[in-house]
């Protein structure tokens, strides 16, 4: 079991709740790349069923790369999010870099995806508070949020908004995570259902989403 340092509590684990998510939401910064092939590799039928939005943080220029990178490796259609896309099963939607990517509900009750300014939070863009933020205030329970390897706390306030409406948030792990800050820190503050490497997230996900999960 993991040492927790002096002075610092353990932090209490959330139960993982049976909800089958309706959308997926996946942030990550320093090693995310490595760590989302391996996670979006576990989770093939996954993307067929519901979206799955990432927010990693990279700089603008490497936006469609990264999509046809996770094409390549992971054999799953991915785009690059853009603004009034409906948001729908049968893609990975990736953040652009250098703005911000979240979820809005249309008055006809259809899911698209909004383009903010990357002046509207933080240091960090795309940032995964927001895009978390936003999957909690459209789909409350049905998401499924997970925080990979990263430097920061980004998502950390995100993953509060979720837990608050009985979503599930999971993390990658600290044994497999090239830093331990993005996932830790929401591990700390209590709203992590589980922790674990990204292969293993992906076999959860898959199992949530399919109503199998023990």
């Known amino acids: 079991p993991a040492t927790i340092p002096a002075g610092r509590a353990a932090p209490v684990a959330r ?3 049976r909800t089958r998510p309706k959308v997926i939401v996946v942030g990550a910064s320093t090693g995310g790349p490595q760590a989302l092939v391996s996670l979006l590799s576990h989770m093939p039928r996954v993307a067929s069923r519901v979206p799955i939005v990432v927010a990693q943080h990279m700089p603008p220029i490497f936006g469609a790369i990264f999509a046809s990178h996770l094409k390549q490796h992971v054999g799953l259609p991915a785009c690059e999010a853009a603004e009034g896309k409906p948001l729908l099963p049968g893609s990975i939607y990736l953040a652009p870099g250098g703005c911000h990517t979240v979820i809005r509900r249309k008055p006809d009750g259809q899911m698209i995806l909004t383009m903010l300014p990357s002046e509207a939070r933080g240091p960090w863009r795309p940032s995964i508070d927001l895009l978390f933020t936003s999957a909690a205030d459209c789909f409350g329970a049905d998401a499924l949020a997970i925080a990979l390897t990263g430097m920061g706390k980004d998502g950390t306030e995100g993953a509060q908004d979720l837990t608050r409406r009985g979503a599930n ?11 331990w800050g993005i996932p830790g820190s929401i591990a700390d503050a209590g709203f992590a259902a589980a922790q674990l490497p990204p292969d293993k997230l992906g076999d959860l996900a898959q199992s949530l989403v399919e109503g199998n999960a023990a």
Not at 169 to 179: C, F, K, N, T
């Open 15 to 17: 139960p993982l709740e």
């Open 169 to 179: 948030v999971i993390v990658q792990d600290e044994a497999s995570s090239v830093v």
